[in-house]
């Protein structure tokens, strides 16, 4: 079947490290994949797209990996900050009409 | 986000009961997203509709039904809500030339007794 895996274990990461999350999916071959920051009782907001020849994207504090080969994403938070604890979902391009299909997030936690 | 507004932010309702959730949107975008959000599950889309004729079925459309009354406008509707249809729901827009970023409201939080 098709999916997309998230964590689904809060990560818990002190101040100042790089947070890591992984995103992995079976059974699609995007066009892009993106990220998304969502906090409690809000909704998602965009960060970062990057397109299936593209291998990595950087924005400020935020890298994106694409491999397309491991069907997998990973998205880094360098220098971390407890302002930077929220949920982080993926989203691919991947259904009917080139709908996003979206993961169940991962809660990233950073601790002062 | 203020671009995309959503009413109302909170519905406790009774199980039968019609409901009608509303959209809005400053941001002048042609596509607009129903989405429901469940605890450990990723979004999952309701309905879609690229322009105000054209109202697309998503993933989980049964017991749904949507109105797109103009560009800026579109509101979900359930005819006889269910308690399995307790959850988040979020609008998003999003513009054709913009490789599918969606710009999402701040949701409503649907309580069906």
């Known amino acids: 079947s098709q999916k997309i895996e998230q964590n689904s274990e809060a990560l818990n990461i002190q101040e100042g490290k790089t947070a890591t999350l992984t995103c992995n999916y079976t059974?699609?071959?995007?066009?892009?994949l993106q990220w998304y920051r969502q906090d409690p009782g809000r909704g998602p907001v965009f960060l970062l797209l990057?397109?299936?020849n593209e291998k990595e994207k950087r924005k400020e504090r935020l890298k994106v990996t694409f491999d397309t080969t491991l069907k997998q994403s990973l998205f880094h938070i360098t220098a971390s900050q407890p302002a930077d604890s929220a949920t982080y979902l993926c989203?691919?391009?991947?259904?009917?009409?080139?709908?996003?299909?979206w993961g169940a997030g991962t809660k990233l936690i950073i601790k002062p | 986000d203020a671009d995309v507004t959503q009413t109302p932010r909170n519905r406790i309702t009774k199980t039968g009961k019609r409901i009608m959730l509303e959209c809005s949107q400053t941001?002048?975008?042609?596509?607009m997203y129903w989405y429901r959000q469940d605890p450990g599950l990723g979004l999952r889309l309701i309905y879609y509709?690229?322009?105000?004729?054209?109202?697309n079925k998503g993933e989980i459309s049964d017991g749904y039904s949507v109105s797109r009354q103009a560009q800026a406008k579109f509101s979900l509707s359930l005819e006889s809500a269910i308690p399995n249809q307790t959850a988040l729901y979020f609008c998003?827009?999003?513009?054709?030339?913009?490789?599918?970023?969606?710009?999402f409201g701040p949701g409503t939080r649907l309580l069906v007794l």
């Open positions: 990057i397109r299936e």
């Open positions: 941001k002048g975008h042609d596509r």
């Open positions: 989203a691919l391009e991947g259904g009917s009409n080139y709908q996003l299909i």
């Open positions: 059974n699609y071959s995007p066009a892009y």
């Open positions: 998003a827009t999003s513009d054709r030339s913009g490789g599918e970023t969606q710009y």
């Open positions: 509709s690229f322009d105000v004729k054209d109202i």
